[in-house]
């Protein structure tokens, strides 16, 4: 029997909400609010509050593969460079939580694996320092200087990188059906060799529904905005940009091979899709642990709340 | 009127002078489809839905086979409707000219997408599909949502 590709997404979306882990999160959030503590205790008055950030903050984390993103500010007059910046968050990591826990360079972050506890369970946060540009300039518009400690596009050959990430944020702000798309493309992504950065899938599906009028049911939004992406990611004039920094243009993180790439995977996907429903499971697993869950009792109307709250409706629904 | 769900034991309860102004409403657009929102309460032991009103959306686009509302901006409407009246959203209507109250797999595709959206807080939005002519209210249907099926009431 063919597969209701509508429903079949509802399912690999449900099966994959972070709601399933919820004592897991509790687990990643106590050791973050560790980490968080630790540092505002060393440092002190050398950093504005350390805030959330990534996949977890923006909603669009799925319960296969997650991690927290700490950010910290740091202020300008702390470290003469921002080299010596990222070795003492290195260091002072390393020492307080190495005894427990892997700690290791990362491209922009630090990031620390802690050792798996009793349960099984293995808790990863990255840790991001950004310094102000010029002392006191953070509070105004949130601007960092990141160390650049790897390859990063064309920024290889660079050691530090312009963001703003309270603006990535905000970018995603309020945006429920480009979330439940991103997600889908992650948990493809996943699946699929991991090829391609969270980030840029996030940026391409923003823009593509900024740009088309991307409506229908959650199959066929999904099925537009891959079309937007094959058909535009292989244009060389195709950009990009971050909304934390102007100047640089996600699209340059992939070479000319990797746009070609990504539009063909899109195309065959889609090719593969309509020609046998079916298809649509190899590319978008369900998480089988949460499968079998009955998410809802027999009788009396259901609320997810607890109690009876005030609801909006999705934006932009089709009847027929 | 009272309606009965027995695949989840539930009651709704709406009047019939309520179903009318709907109805007026959808005949007003015929021969293109037309809906909303509907508004009301569950009882305290959430066995019986009141439905005390319906809304217009702000913006909506109807054709003889399709309804696209929007939701946009209506998130304060909601809101004060909560705090000054202890009421919320419950579910969705629109119309069928010259058609029947059977829902369309368009209809559940987007009940299915509503109920997942994380602002809403309901588990079992309802859908009424209203039958209508370029005269009259023809028919009523009122579905419950439950796990991805639409069920009728009696």
Same mark, same amino acid.
């Given at each position: 029997?063919?597969?209701?590709?509508?429903?079949?997404?509802?399912?690999?979306?449900?099966?994959?909400?972070?709601?399933?882990?919820?004592?897991?999160?509790?687990?990643?959030?106590?050791?973050?609010?560790?980490?968080?503590?630790?540092?505002?205790?060393?440092?002190?008055?050398?950093?504005?509050?350390?805030?959330?950030?990534?996949?977890?903050?923006?909603?669009?984390?799925?319960?296969?593969?997650?991690?927290?993103?700490?950010?910290?500010?740091?202020?300008?007059?702390?470290?003469?460079?921002?080299?010596?910046?990222?070795?003492?968050?290195?260091?002072?990591?390393?020492?307080?939580?190495?005894?427990?826990?892997?700690?290791?360079?990362?491209?922009?972050?630090?990031?620390?694996?802690?050792?798996?506890?009793?349960?099984?369970?293995?808790?990863?946060?990255?840790?991001?320092?950004?310094?102000?540009?010029?002392?006191?300039?953070?509070?105004?518009?949130?601007?960092?200087?990141?160390?650049?400690?790897?390859?990063?596009?064309?920024?290889?050959?660079?050691?530090?990188?312009?963001?703003?990430?309270?603006?990535?944020?905000?970018?995603?702000?309020?945006?429920?059906?480009?979330?439940?798309?991103?997600?889908?493309?992650?948990?493809?992504?996943?699946?699929?060799?991991?090829?391609?950065?969270?980030?840029?899938?996030?940026?391409?599906?923003?823009?593509?529904?900024?740009?088309?009028?991307?409506?229908?049911?959650?199959?066929?939004?999904?099925?537009?905005?891959?079309?937007?992406?094959?058909?535009?990611?292989?244009?060389?004039?195709?950009?990009?940009?971050?909304?934390?920094?102007?100047?640089?243009?996600?699209?340059?993180?992939?070479?000319?091979?990797?746009?070609?790439?990504?539009?063909?995977?899109?195309?065959?996907?889609?090719?593969?899709?309509?020609?046998?429903?079916?298809?649509?499971?190899?590319?978008?697993?369900?998480?089988?642990?949460?499968?079998?869950?009955?998410?809802?009792?027999?009788?009396?109307?259901?609320?997810?709340?607890?109690?009876?709250?005030?609801?909006?409706?999705?934006?932009?629904?089709?009847?027929? | 009127?009272?309606?009965?769900?027995?695949?989840?034991?539930?009651?709704?309860?709406?009047?019939?002078?309520?179903?009318?102004?709907?109805?007026?409403?959808?005949?007003?657009?015929?021969?293109?489809?037309?809906?909303?929102?509907?508004?009301?309460?569950?009882?305290?032991?959430?066995?019986?839905?009141?439905?005390?009103?319906?809304?217009?959306?702000?913006?909506?686009?109807?054709?003889?086979?399709?309804? &696209?509302?929007?939701? @946009?901006?209506?998130?304060?409407? *909601?809101?004060?409707?909560?705090?000054? !009246?202890?009421?919320? #959203?419950?579910?969705?209507?629109?119309?069928?000219?010259?058609?029947?109250?059977?829902?369309?797999?368009?209809?559940?595709?987007?009940?299915?997408?509503?109920?997942?959206?994380?602002?809403?807080?309901?588990?079992?939005?309802?859908?009424?599909?209203?039958? &209508?002519?370029?005269? @009259?209210?023809?028919?009523?249907? *009122?579905?419950?949502?439950?796990?991805? !099926?639409?069920?009728? #009431?009696?």
């Amino acid at each position: 029997m063919a597969t209701n590709k509508q429903e079949y997404l509802q399912t690999v979306l449900e099966t994959h909400r972070m709601s399933h882990v919820e004592d897991l999160v509790n687990k990643f959030k106590s050791k973050r609010d560790e980490v968080k503590d630790a540092l505002t205790s060393h440092y002190g008055s050398q950093i504005y509050s350390p805030f959330d950030s990534g996949s977890f903050k923006k909603h669009t984390a799925i319960n296969t593969k997650f991690d927290l993103d700490v950010v910290v500010p740091v202020k300008r007059d702390s470290f003469d460079t921002l080299d010596k910046m990222f070795d003492s968050f290195y260091d002072f990591l390393s020492d307080e939580f190495g005894e427990n826990a892997t700690v290791r360079k990362q491209t922009v972050s630090i990031g620390i694996i802690f050792e798996e506890d009793s349960d099984g369970d293995v808790i990863s946060l990255d840790i991001v320092p950004g310094r102000e540009l010029s002392q006191d300039q953070y509070s105004n518009d949130k601007k960092l200087n990141l160390f650049v400690s790897s390859d990063y596009g064309i920024f290889s050959s660079s050691t530090y990188i312009q963001t703003n990430i309270q603006a990535q944020i905000d970018h995603i702000k309020a945006k429920d059906n480009e979330r439940k798309i991103i997600r889908l493309l992650k948990i493809w992504n996943n699946n699929d060799g991991k090829e391609f950065k969270s980030f840029l899938l996030e940026l391409i599906t923003i823009k593509a529904f900024d740009t088309e009028d991307i409506s229908g049911n959650l199959w066929e939004k999904l099925q537009q905005v891959m079309t937007y992406i094959k058909d535009n990611v292989t244009n060389d004039s195709f950009k990009l940009i971050d909304p934390g920094n102007s100047n640089n243009d996600l699209m340059d993180t992939l070479t000319s091979w990797g746009r070609t790439n990504l539009s063909s995977r899109m195309g065959t996907m889609l090719d593969r899709i309509e020609s046998n429903s079916d298809n649509i499971k190899g590319y978008f697993p369900t998480n089988s642990d949460f499968e079998e869950e009955d998410k809802s009792s027999s009788s009396g109307y259901g609320v997810k709340t607890g109690a009876a709250a005030f609801s909006t409706p999705p934006d932009n629904q089709r009847f027929g | 009127m009272r309606f009965f769900n027995k695949h989840r034991n539930v009651e709704l309860i709406i009047s019939q002078e309520l179903i009318d102004e709907i109805g007026i409403v959808g005949v007003e657009h015929f021969p293109n489809e037309f809906g909303g929102f509907l508004t009301g309460r569950y009882s305290d032991d959430y066995n019986t839905l009141f439905i005390n009103d319906f809304v217009l959306p702000k913006a909506s686009k109807g054709s003889r086979f399709q309804f &696209v509302r929007r939701s @946009k901006g209506m998130k304060k409407f *909601f809101r004060k409707l909560f705090q000054s !009246k202890k009421e919320y #959203y419950v579910g969705e209507w629109h119309t069928h000219p010259n058609g029947s109250t059977q829902f369309s797999s368009t209809d559940l595709n987007a009940m299915m997408e509503i109920e997942s959206a994380p602002s809403v807080k309901i588990k079992n939005p309802v859908l009424l599909i209203l039958s &209508v002519t370029n005269k @009259k209210l023809d028919n009523a249907t *009122f579905y419950i949502y439950d796990n991805k !099926k639409l069920l009728p #009431y009696e």
